[in-house]
């Protein structure tokens, strides 16, 4: 299987950030639980960190998908790497919310907030450990509103 991460900044507008969680959550689970795909969300101070396992042809077509993203700027991937069975094998697609324990991570790395562009591939190690150990977040996170109004139907 293929593990992909990637970085990438969010464009941020702020009033629609639960929206745009909301709408890449349901479509990822929706998505990968189809295509057999397992991996990891983070998302923290206008970064996303997503970690994507599986056939390595579907894992491609949906990082080129996602990297045209108009919610995506600066997406950096990282090198791809083979894994014998996926590590979130639980999950199409976990979402972690912020974590004092990511944020205990980085800080030791000398960074003051979440900037996961800037990981080697030890720091990239230890970030997967950490999402693979914490609990996922099952918070609602669409807005009380929005969601209705454009015929959306939460997945999770």
């Known amino acids: 299987m293929l593990q992909l991460c990637y970085a990438s900044t969010r464009i941020e507008t702020e009033q629609d ?4 969680l909301s709408d890449i959550l349901a479509i990822a689970r929706k998505f990968n639980y189809e295509h057999q795909i397992y991996g990891a969300l983070y ?3 206008g970064k996303f960190f ?7 042809e579907i894992v491609e077509q949906l990082f080129q ?17 083979t894994v014998e069975a996926p590590s ?6 976990k979402y972690v919310h912020k974590h004092s324990e990511i944020a205990s991570f980085f800080s030791k ?9 800037y990981l080697n591939q030890q720091d990239l190690d230890g970030l997967l450990e950490i999402l693979y150990r914490v ?4 918070q609602q996170l669409v807005s009380p509103q929005g969601y209705k109004q454009r015929g959306y139907v939460p997945y999770f």
């Open 17 to 20: 950030l639960l929206q745009d």
């Open 43 to 45: 998302y923290a101070q």
């Open 50 to 56: 997503q970690c994507l396992q599986g056939e390595p």
């Open 65 to 81: 998908s996602i990297s045209k993203d108009r919610r995506h700027q600066q997406v950096y991937r990282f090198a791809d790497t």
């Open 88 to 93: 979130f094998a639980e999950w199409s697609m």
């Open 109 to 117: 790395l000398g960074h003051s907030t979440f900037q996961p562009h």
């Open 135 to 138: 609990d996922e977040n099952h």
